[in-house]
Each structure stands twice: as structure tokens, then as C-alpha cells.
């Protein structure tokens, strides 16, 4: 099984910035797409980047142009730089991790606890 960490959520004024990092707990070379989701109260959960092993990334319209999502293959980390953060950014944010079993061969899914995120003056 991979788990993940996140960390690096807090309370941001609008048009400020934060970090997100979420990291796994070992090293899975069959790790495929790493990313970020995030979930506001009364809403569903939604997507907010992702980023493949090969590097395509994948954004919300909401947040292209204002995130950025990386990765650190040798520390097994994902980041989402958040710039130009709004009221409407605020939620908890989950990390996500699609790999594949190399016992099975299966593919599997793993989240983050989820770190909170509040966008207010």
C-alpha cells in the first residue's frame, strides 16, 4: 500500500500564495499519476491538477493559470504552488495517487488525509 502526507495548508489573504507537498511512503516505481483534489463544505470533491510520470499535467479550468503542480520522482513528492489564491480556493485539500500493484497488477488509488486551505482577509 502507498500513503500519503500532505502538509503546508493554512490561513491565506486573497492574492497571496502557498506550497502544498505531499509525500509517499515508499518508493513505488509503478506510481502513475500523482495529484490534488480538494473538497469545500456543501460540495463534492473535485479535481485540481494532476501530473503523470511521463509529465503531462492535467488542471481545473478554475485553477490554470494560477497552480502549478510538480513532482520530485526521486523523493516520491507531489507540490501544488497556489498563487492568486481566491475565497472560492478554500477547501480541503487531498492528495491522490493512482499505481500499480506488482502483486496483483491491478491498479490502485490512494488519498491523503487532506490538509485545509482558507482563503480570507
Known amino acids: 500500500q502507498v500513503q500519503l502526507v500532505e502538509s503546508g495548508g493554512g490561513l491565506v489573504q486573497p492574492g497571496g500564495s502557498l506550497k502544498l507537498s505531499c509525500a509517499a511512503s515508499r518508493s513505488v516505481p509503478s506510481i502513475n499519476t500523482m495529484g490534488w483534489y480538494r473538497q469545500a463544505p456543501g460540495k463534492e470533491r473535485e479535481l485540481v491538477a494532476t501530473?503523470?510520470?511521463?509529465?503531462?499535467?492535467d488542471d481545473a479550468d478554475s485553477v490554470k493559470g494560477r497552480f502549478i503542480i510538480s513532482r520530485d520522482y526521486a523523493k516520491n513528492t507531489v507540490y501544488l504552488q497556489m498563487n492568486s489564491l481566491r475565497p472560492e480556493d478554500t477547501a480541503v485539500y487531498y492528495c491522490y495517487a493512482q499505481w500499480r500493484s506488482a502483486v496483483d497488477m491491478t491498479d490502485k488509488e490512494s488519498w491523503g488525509q487532506g490538509t485545509q486551505v482558507t482563503v480570507s482577509s
Open positions: 501530473i503523470a510520470i511521463g509529465g503531462a499535467r
